[in-house]
């Protein structure tokens, strides 16, 4: 969707349980988001990536969650341990260079935590 | 802190009937305002991009404005495919081309 590959679709886990989300912005651009949509509510950035490196991360919940970048393309997002409120879609976005402040999203990967 | 807020949260129209969204917004260092389209079980989908007051853009039976501090969607005779929830983000940030999305508003229009 839009350029952008997710996976998984679905995971279904316990609290406390580890998870983890891929993406892959297909053309390879630069810039790459993560956001997190709770039932209802509008994306919430978690963190932004400039190829490999970090650019904003201040909202990302870094005593349970981390994310990479490997080789400026492909993302991992990963949540370790996992809580009820951490139940939400997980999208992935994609910048390109020209047009840095146009979005393209994934189709989301949508995370229950029982 | 930037904040952005959308109205109404829901929208029922009968097919032809116009209308239209509001998005009013506080960011500091703007940089455009943005409309996405979502649909059930999909990512948000980009619609338009605003950059100063008084600019207007148009896309099938959509079309966004912009002032100093509010957005509109105009909706213009929808039809049931128009259904879906419209999010409006403005964009700036701390680390630059950043969107603060509103919660949205759920768009269903009836036959």
């Known amino acids: 969707e839009a350029g952008v590959a997710q996976s998984p679709r679905y995971k279904i886990i316990e609290k406390r349980q580890s998870v983890a989300f891929w993406c892959n912005p297909i053309?390879?651009?630069?810039?790459l988001y993560w956001y997190q949509q709770i039932l209802g509510q509008g994306p919430k950035l978690l963190i932004q990536?400039?190829?490999?490196?970090?650019?904003?991360d201040s909202q990302l919940p870094k005593d349970r969650f981390s994310a990479e970048r490997l080789k400026g393309v492909d993302s991992t997002l990963k949540i370790q341990p996992a809580k009820l409120e951490d139940s939400a879609v997980y999208l992935c976005?994609?910048?390109?260079?020209?047009?840095?402040?146009?979005?393209?999203f994934g189709a989301g990967t949508r995370l229950s935590v029982l | 802190e930037d904040q952005v807020t959308q109205s109404p949260e829901a929208l029922r129209l009968q097919e032809g009937e116009s209308s239209s969204l509001n998005c009013s917004y506080t960011?500091?260092?703007?940089?455009?305002l943005f409309w996405y389209r979502q649909d059930p079980g999909k990512g948000p989908e980009f619609l338009f991009t605003?950059?100063?007051a008084g600019e207007e853009k148009e896309k099938e039976r959509l079309k966004a404005t912009l002032t100093k501090k509010e957005s509109f969607l105009h909706i213009t005779a929808p039809k049931p495919e128009d259904s879906a929830t419209y999010l409006c983000?403005?964009?700036?940030?701390?680390?630059?081309?950043?969107?603060?999305f509103g919660k949205g508003t759920k768009l269903s229009v009836i036959p």
């Open positions: 983000a403005p964009g700036g940030g701390a680390g630059s081309y950043q969107l603060t």
């Open positions: 990536f400039q190829n490999n490196g970090v650019v904003d």
């Open positions: 053309s390879g651009h630069a810039t």
């Open positions: 605003l950059y100063s």
């Open positions: 960011v500091s260092g703007l940089r455009g």
């Open positions: 976005a994609r910048a390109p260079r020209l047009a840095k402040n146009i979005q393209y």
